[in-house]
């Protein structure tokens, strides 16, 4: 089974310090948020992981070169300036993994989610499958409501944050055309819509590392565990 790390968003909320350094890149706990994914894939059997890229993407590249340091084998995504969006990257990387469900990871987020959960999931063709947390203080609204395992449309004290984590199958993607910026939110109310789209919950430790803050927070915490 094969990762995508979402590594090319332009990190306004960050700036300054996504100004000359690529979000993914910024360091907490001693090492880049990116590293953080790398090593967890690693240690939980992935092998092939896919990288987007746009905003100082070559950094990216420079830093993690083929992964062979983590036992892996990365391969990059470039997008244009202004990238292409969630959903528009994953079906612009579509090339480079394969035919299989994949799992998808945001470059932006810190968590402790077992990635060994979902190497080789089962997941019908034109299928999702989300991991949802609990609501951060930032996003108190949530995104969605789980009814069992069955992804549903946000219903009122009882809805939960996408965690920026989830298992797709190829074909999810397939009436995007390649190039075509694209949000993920528009593909998954349509699978809510006709019942493909399942998840689950997370408890664990999970940070959207979305501002300077969050970050130097998350940092702390780290070097201080």
Known sequence: MKAMILAAGRGERMRPLTDRTPKPL???????LIV????????AGFRDVVI?????????????????????????SPEPPGALETAGGIAQALPLLGDAPFLVVNGDVYCTVDFGHFFDFPLEPGRAHLVLVDNPTHHA?????????????????????????????????HAIPPGQPLKLRPLLDAAITAGTLSGERFAGHWVDVGTPQRLAELDQELRTA
């Open 26 to 32: 910024l360091p907490a706990g001693g090492k880049p």
């Open 36 to 43: 953080w994914h790398l090593e967890r894939l690693a240690a």
């Open 52 to 76: 987007n890229h746009a905003h100082l993407g070559e950094q990216i590249e420079q830093a993690l070169g083929d992964g062979e340091k983590w036992g892996l084998t990365i391969r990059y």
């Open 141 to 173: 609204g949530g995104d969605f409501s789980l009814d069992g395992d069955r992804v549903v449309y946000a219903q009122s004290e009882q809805t939960l944050t996408y965690a920026g984590i989830g298992v797709f199958s190829p074909a999810f993607f």
